[in-house]
């Protein structure tokens, strides 16, 4: 598909997808996903249902094939695609047709009136969930975290902006991190924390367990929660879990409902992304092997993209590199060591994830 | 549970037998008076008290409108919670009330917008207003055979998937299920922007309950329709705290019923504190079955209740309502079985002989995790090095959607006095002497809950939060909880 131009009438996502991330950082990957979609079927003039969801379909295989780690973002469209089907095999009243017809244009308008609603709505739930934040963090509390998580961050911060809670922030920060810019990296929201007189201490991933005994509870964000409500999320997270759980800390994961996502992985290695936490290297004999080149400890993440859909047809790439997966390593926390996961609308356990999902899917 | 309650002494049974001659403002200060005093305590008498409080503002509340009620509702159970925060049944009765009011309110607000269509954003099954089995009879005919059905409900959301319909459960908010315990459901993000109360609650819940998915238009239309059938809320309310003041009441021979399924012959059973629930339980048991009671006896602010209970089959000083005075208690021993009083200190020594562990609660919370008598965390720690089943026995009265941040908070402390005698002044003088009468025991130490709805996972208790409390109820006393600390 990418191999060859896009015929001019198409609609490029991988582009609009690239530019709304670009354009706002506050906007997450899945909603990103979303918004790009529904701009695609704002371009294209479909007939009938099937045409469309066949449109939506290539276009989400073209998505996710352009980055390396689709798990995010494919929270995103497979929320979206649910919706548009269940919406269109049982329509309620006001987007039926007198004659009883599924009225698809009807579907089709809200959806593209409503297109601006998604960030906004997405917005609001972070910052819900940020509120109850202060239920989470008591006075006193010393708080590890790491990673660069949006919501995190605005936990944080709206914890800082009562001014009546004292707390303290361990920061887990990794000195070689590729992605250290931007407004949500983990420099930036450590400095952001300091400005606010929150005393946050930066330690390496190195340092975790030591660091643990003095640290009250842990909070992460998280990149995707998965069906069994264990987490996706940056690599270093799982070990936070691990050490955690030994030392009884509790693990709380903040994170908006947008990002559940249908898929179970069975451990570390079972993850719908090509990435390789050991790399194993040789060099020819009486060679000496540099590990300069070699990113974060020889994480590497493959460039070549992985399609989560079963259909192989798309197999092309889009020979763009996404510059911000690929220094991403993730890995995959099992909900055992979760003690709760905050979201917009409450603490959840993580066995209720699952029925979140089922609910839209069956 | 003082020892010189007298039955002139302020407590349930007077507090009760008082609310039909005072009026509804004084009996209200009175009960407040009462909890702080900790005159009324514990769940159970906490409950009724509270349900039939409860009843009188209803009674006596003047006027058609829902949303009014539920304001008064809210109010007074403001009052109530923060006079005292740690009898969390008080909150969960005061929000089944409200989830009851609003439940009933929709019912109405739907009869009339079938035609109106207010549903945007659920198109599953579930959520399908129009199939939701009507308040009146889903109670009547589910209370009567209570054991049954709830097992269905406990097998999880995976049978879900077969129905298509969440399973009923067979108790007094049945149609209740179809909150989703997110509140939202993961379309939220897609549901329509016309809705007034949108701004206020995150996204449009698209529970068909709730008018918030209506159209303003529709709601007008309502508005006018609907007046004649409001008529009938205060009764249609009344008649549902009826019903949960017999859940109250029968919850524990519900969960009586289910005692063969967890009790097998010859076992040996250790159990902690006087608890009517398991007092119950056993007694089912025992009817059918011999087996072996190891009790502990919960010094220093249970023991003599224990020591009662096992002699008399009841607490000496427990406060009985009318209708369970004419009810026979036996103790276990009469029932054939062997009982065996040990001391707290013991258990660890004893659970490598214990079958299984059943524990009455406090309260329960969300997460699973449960506050019981001081001791219960020392049994269920024991348990689990043993890897000894440990089964909770509560009502679902005691389920609260309270959220456990901050575990120290929900700890109560009580007397010292208990622990060392105050004229023993040279101990006191020198040391300091701490009573407290909860502990905290977190979900993974619980194996099963078993609930006047059946046996559930403590990972399953989430589920049964969402089916009893509207979830703009449970942050009623989030902030009115802090308040009153």
Known sequence: MATEPPPPDKYDIVAAYQRLLANDHDLTKPIAAIEALVDAMATTSTETVSETLETLEDHIRTLKSSVSNPISLSAGTDLFQRYLITTLNRPSADLTSPAGAVDFDAIRNQLLTNRGLFASRAKAHRATIAQSGRNLIRDGARVLTNGGSRVVAALLRSVAETGSVRFQVVYVLDPDAASQEGEWSGPAIVAMLRAKGIPVATIPDSAVAGALAEIDLIVVGAEAIVMNGGIISKMGTYQMGLLGNIKHKPFYVVAESHKFVRILPAGQYDLPIKQRAIDFKVGKEGELVSIEHESQGGYTVEDEAVDLSDSGASGGKTGKKDSDNSENPVDYTPPNLISGILTESGVLTPSAVSEELIKIWF | ?485
Not at chain 2, 22 to 41: D, N, W, Y
Not at chain 2, 92 to 97: K, P, S
């Open chain 2, 1 to 485: 549970m003082s020892h010189s309650m007298t039955a002139q002494a302020p407590g349930l049974s007077s507090y009760l037998k008082s609310l039909r001659s005072t009026p509804v403002e004084a009996s209200i200060e009175h009960f407040i008076a009462l909890l702080k005093r900790r005159q009324i305590r514990n769940s159970r008498p906490c409950a009724l008290a509270t349900t039939q409080l409860l009843i009188q503002v209803v009674k006596e509340f003047k006027g058609k409108d829902a949303d009014k009620l539920l304001r008064r509702i809210r109010d007074v159970g403001r009052r109530l919670i923060a006079a005292q925060p740690r009898e969390m049944v008080v909150g969960n009765i005061v929000r089944r009330v409200l989830g009851l009011i609003r439940e009933i309110k929709d019912d109405n607000a739907d009869g009339d917008s079938n035609a109106v269509n207010s549903d945007t954003g659920s198109p599953l099954p579930h959520h399908d207003s129009f199939n939701r089995p009507q308040l009146a009879s889903s109670i009547s005919t589910f209370m009567r055979h209570g054991a049954l059905p709830p097992m269905e409900s406990a097998s999880g959301p995976e049978s879900l998937a077969d129905s298509g319909e969440l399973p009923h459960r067979p108790a007094l908010f049945s149609s209740h299920t179809s909150y989703a315990p997110l509140g939202t459901s993961l379309f939220g993000l897609f549901s329509q922007p016309d809705t007034p109360s949108n701004t206020s609650t995150p996204t449009g819940r698209h529970s068909p309950i709730g008018k918030h998915t209506m159209t303003a238009s529709a709601l007008e239309r309502i508005g006018e329709s609907t007046i004649l059938k409001r008529t009938n809320i205060k009764a249609e309310v009344l008649e549902g705290m009826n019903e949960l003041q017999d859940e109250l009441e029968q919850s524990d021979d519900q969960i009586a019923a289910n005692a063969l399924d967890h009790i097998h012959s010859n076992e040996i059973i250790l159990t902690h504190t006087a608890s009517t629930s398991v007092q119950k339980f056993l007694l089912a048991a025992a009817k059918k079955r011999k087996f072996t009671v190891v009790h502990a006896e919960a010094h220093p602010n249970d023991h003599d209740a224990v020591h009662a209970t096992i002699l008399t089959g009841k607490k000496r000083d427990a406060e009985v309502i009318s209708e369970e005075a004419g009810e026979r208690w036996k103790p276990l021993t009469a029932a054939g079985i062997t009982v065996v009083l040990i001391p707290d200190s013991h258990v660890f020594a004893i659970m490598a002989r214990v079958n299984k562990v059943i524990l009455a609660t406090h309260s329960v919370l969300a997460n699973g995790g449960l506050v019981a008598a001081a001791g219960a965390r020392v049994i269920a720690s024991a348990a689990k090095v043993h890897r000894t089943p440990v089964v909770v026995v509560t009502g679902v009265y005691k389920l609260s959607p309270v959220y456990p941040f901050d575990i120290d908070e929900l700890i109560e402390y009580g007397d010292a006095g208990n622990v060392v005698p105050y004229d023993d002044g040279d101990f006191v003088d020198k040391v300091d002497v701490d009573n407290p009468l909860y502990d905290y025991v977190p979900p993974d130490l619980v194996d099963l809950y078993v609930t006047n709805l059946g046996g559930h996972a403590p990972s399953y208790l989430y589920r049964i939060v969402a089916d009893h409390y509207h979830p703009d109820d449970i942050n009623l006393s989030g902030a009115v909880e802090r308040e009153g600390k």
